[in-house]
């Protein structure tokens, strides 16, 4: 059982069990593990002891990072959306198909595919020379055929196999993105209003949260907060196109394509590593 698939279980056991704070010892034996193995494990994942990390799953400290992130998203969306300057550089650029593009369906296109390891379980991943046009968690073996998303995405593209490049460009899509000099190019199929919203998310930075009201009024559409969701629920690139960042207002994590609980693993992972580059007299003032 991989270091995530434990964690999964531990978020779901928290979620069934919140009135009741169990203990260390008991988490431990929901992951299958001694206290000393589960806690380097913990570390090893989040970067955070347990204790730490699972603060971070809770609605109260949710509502407390969407209050906190508040001024630096508006600055964030006001300018990157204006096109007119950016508070840092992006590491990830966005495309959109065009229409012509979208009618031939894939026609004439040769993808690359293949399946490998993230720190949240098992991706696909599809890219051409134009940027990565798919990634996706999958809760089926990295042996397994072709996603059928991909063929309702692409019905008329061909397709190449080829899983340790696949491997390798997922360790750069969930480690090494920090670097500005090369972004990671995305290529993108959707409608006019989706592709708005997609661009709009790579402009809440890790660790940092928005609520799809908020989010639907920075982009100028302040009573499209379900049409928002559903783009967000459209997303074909997860984690690189964040969506996993905005929850509800009450600081309730749910509602994600890939599921809810690894939208919490995520959404925590991201706190706990922000957490943990904190000074060690602000971090422990603050826990």
Request: net charge positive; glycine share 8%; with cysteine.
């Amino acid at each position: 059982m991989s270091d995530y698939e434990r964690i999964e279980q531990v978020i779901r056991y928290v979620d069934a069990q919140f009135r009741e704070q169990p203990s260390l010892e008991v988490l431990a034996e929901v992951a299958g593990l001694s206290v000393s193995h589960f806690h380097r494990m913990f570390h090893r994942w989040a970067g955070v002891p347990p204790k730490q990390f699972l603060k971070c799953l809770t609605a109260a400290e949710a509502r407390r990072r969407l209050m906190s992130s508040e001024s630096i998203l508006a600055s964030s969306l006001e300018l990157g959306l204006s096109g007119s300057s950016r508070l840092h550089d992006l590491v990830v650029t966005l495309e959109g198909l065009s229409p012509g593009e979208l009618k031939r369906g894939g026609e004439g296109l040769c993808i690359d595919w293949g399946f490998g390891e993230s720190p949240f379980g098992v991706c696909s991943l599809a890219w051409t020379q134009r940027g990565i046009c798919h990634l996706a968690f999958q809760e089926q073996k990295a042996s397994g055929p072709l996603p059928p998303e991909l063929l309702s995405q692409w019905p008329l593209a061909t397709w190449r196999r080829k899983d340790a490049e696949a491997e390798a460009r997922l360790e750069r899509c969930f480690v090494g993105r920090a670097n500005p000099g090369e972004p990671l190019r995305l290529w993108v199929q959707g409608t006019a209003f989706q592709v708005k919203v997609w661009r709009a998310l790579l402009h809440i930075p890790e660790g940092r949260l928005s609520s799809y009201g908020k989010l639907a009024k920075a982009i100028g559409h302040p009573a499209a907060a379900r049409a928002l969701g559903s783009a967000c629920g459209a997303n074909p690139i997860a984690y690189l196109i964040p969506c996993h960042r905005v929850i509800r207002e009450t600081g309730v994590v749910d509602a994600y394509r890939w599921g809810s609980t690894r939208k919490k693993a995520l959404v925590a992972r991201e706190a706990a590593s922000e957490l943990a580059d904190r000074p060690e007299e602000t971090r422990v003032r603050n826990d």
